[in-house]
């Protein structure tokens, strides 16, 4: 913090906005921090250590939201939020933590948690502060540049799971320079107001410590691809989230059959309380009566934090092992049930996960595997871009060139073409391409756009007020659907096909590049290492699209032709949903792809 260029009116700029600003909880600022705003002497002499203090909390409480297993049931707790914990709406709660539209799940749950937190039992931390950082704020601002620190491309929390994650995993690339990073990291002034006052600030990285953020970025995309997207990594994680799917289901399915109700009933009560983030409110600390000392006295009651506490990975554990034997119970009796096809899918999918049990494949394992499926879907897949885009351009003739529908339909024909010339070049890139496209990317409207409150909503836009989990959801299941419509081979046993999309960006290039301070110039890693302007052409061939075929409970096996029957099926059925997905561009919702 010293070493910045203008401290004094990032001080200002800091002490003005707390003092100024509608705090985040509450008609006005913590304690704490009501009295550090009020001396401006004490405000500049203890800012430093202040500061350090709130980042310090901000990187211990940014993760806090997670659900149980992480990442891998966010979305199944973001679409089923309502289920899973009565009363409580994801787009309600986003609002109340001042998160953007786009804010994942996990920040949404843990704005809320750290809202909840007994802060009276904390001293001599800034509460205003430590929520602003994980708020983060506009470009370039004091507390953009702050949050960078705690999530940005290079962080403190990156650096951890790339160390520690790799070497749990028995990796070679966990040699990570933290210490280098960390010296190099620097606040620097990027603009001036009419005062010629510092107004805009960005943290980034001294050029020394160029070559330690190669290795990390370089370290960081082969975790992802050696690990954390390794084709049975992606598998468990899915298959994970497609058993608990499997479960709400049978408790939703109607039946006039009684047993078909009896056992929706039975596996409804199985259903643990998975409110981990204490409920739709924040926790309310009830005061109770209780003797303390000379007398009885009101107290907080916190049996809504424990209760948040004990929802772990091990409760979804035991719901499932619960749920495992019910389902056996019931699948291999003589009752006659609707459910019976997914019990022996939740069956098989449980097995796979706890057991390891080899009944399930994958249609391609690397990335020549990949490569060579995508190949061969190259033609088909081409011609379908070709008639989409045609499609398109004569769409875009038809409306009014000054309407947002002009604006929209023209860069979905952007997006088309860029499509098409990459699977021409590139057939692996190009598939991975288009499935971004279909499996991933949502409306690029905001679902809370104040200028479309009251007005007739577009399609597009009322696919935009959905949670984006919802969205990508619906277009596995209608890939899914389109695969299981046509059996692998004459007389075959029905299998459930999975698939998923997983990809991140080995370096960005955007306003969220990580920024590199050379002199005076400021720049991104891209600009001065041309492994950092080559990781992202490197990484684009690597399979972002998982396919699996997973056998039902009891059923006999011979995985390697049932490999080969599933590709054959692939390649023949991808391209019908491809061209089906199209068909609904006019009537359904317009996408853009990220770096266009």
Request: hydrophobic share 45%; charged share 25%.
């Amino acid at each position: 913090m010293d070493d910045i260029d203008g401290p004094k009116d990032f001080i200002a700029a800091v002490r003005e906005d707390l003092e100024n600003s509608k705090p985040f909880a509450g008609d006005k600022l913590d304690e704490f921090t009501a009295e550090w705003v009020a001396n401006e002497n004490a405000f500049s002499r203890d800012f430093v250590r202040n500061v350090d203090l709130a980042l310090a909390a901000a990187g211990l409480l940014h993760d806090l939201g997670h659900p149980p297993f992480s990442h891998a049931l966010e979305n199944f707790f973001e679409r089923n939020l309502s289920i899973l914990v009565p009363g409580a709406h994801r787009e309600q709660m986003r609002r109340k933590a001042n998160l953007k539209v786009g804010a994942q799940f996990h920040e949404v749950a843990g704005l809320h948690l750290v809202n909840s937190l007994d802060w009276n039992s904390v001293t001599g931390i800034s509460r205003e502060l430590v929520t602003r950082i994980l708020i983060g704020g506009p470009p370039d601002s004091w507390v953009a540049a702050l949050h960078e620190i705690v999530s940005g491309e290079v962080d403190v929390d990156r650096m951890d799971y790339v160390i520690r994650d790799a070497n749990r995993a028995g990796t070679e690339f966990g040699a990570v320079d933290a210490t280098r990073l960390m010296q190099s990291i620097k606040l620097r002034a990027l603009a001036t107001d009419d005062m010629n006052r510092a107004s805009a600030w960005r943290v980034g990285y001294e050029y020394r410590a160029r070559s330690a953020i190669e290795t990390f970025l370089t370290n960081r995309i082969r975790y992802y691809q050696w690990v954390l997207f390794h084709y049975r990594v992606v598998a468990a994680n899915k298959f994970l989230e497609e058993a608990l799917e499997e479960l709400l289901e049978i408790e939703r399915t109607s039946s006039p059959n009684a047993n078909d109700t009896n056992i929706s009933a039975r596996f409804a009560e199985l259903r643990p309380n998975l409110a981990y983030f204490g409920g739709p409110d924040r926790h309310t600390y009830r005061l109770r009566p209780a003797i303390k000392g000379s007398g009885v006295q009101q107290v907080r009651d916190f049996d809504t934090v424990r209760t948040a506490s004990e929802v772990d990975d091990g409760v979804i554990n035991v719901w499932m092992k619960e749920a495992a034997r019910r389902a056996r119970a019931i699948r291999t009796s003589n009752t006659q049930t609707v459910h019976r096809a997914r019990l022996a899918n939740f069956e098989a999918l449980y097995g796979a996960i706890f057991f390891r049990e080899q009944n399930w494949v994958s249609l391609w394992e690397d990335e020549a595997d990949f490569v060579a499926v995508a190949e061969s879907m190259k033609a088909s897949l081409t011609s379908i871009l070709e008639l989409a885009a045609t499609s398109i351009s004569e769409m875009i003739a038809s409306v009014d060139e000054n309407s947002d529908e002009h604006g929209l339909l023209s860069l979905e024909a952007l997006n088309l073409a860029n499509i098409q010339i990459q699977m021409e070049a590139d057939p692996g890139r190009g598939v991975n391409l288009l499935a971004k496209r279909l499996l991933y990317n949502v409306p690029n409207v905001e679902a809370d756009d104040e200028k479309k409150k009251g007005t007739q909503l577009q399609p597009w836009e009322k696919a935009a007020a959905h949670p984006a989990a919802i969205i990508r959801k619906d277009a596995e299941r209608r890939l899914q659907a389109s695969l299981a419509f046509k059996p692998l081979q004459p007389g075959a046993t029905s299998v459930k096909w999975i698939v998923s999309y997983q990809s991140t960006v080995a370096v960005k290039e955007d306003s969220e590049a990580v920024a590199i301070f050379k002199g005076n110039k400021i720049g991104r890693i891209g600009q001065y290492s041309a492994l950092g302007s080559g990781l992202n052409n490197l990484t684009s061939r690597y399979p972002c699209i998982f396919a699996f075929v997973v056998l039902p409970a009891d059923t006999e096996r011979d995985l390697e032709v049932l490999r080969s029957n599933a590709r054959k099926h692939f390649v023949e059925e991808f391209p019908d949903w491809v061209r089906t997905e199209f068909m609904g561009v006019p009537t359904a919702s317009f996408f853009a792809i990220d770096g266009l």
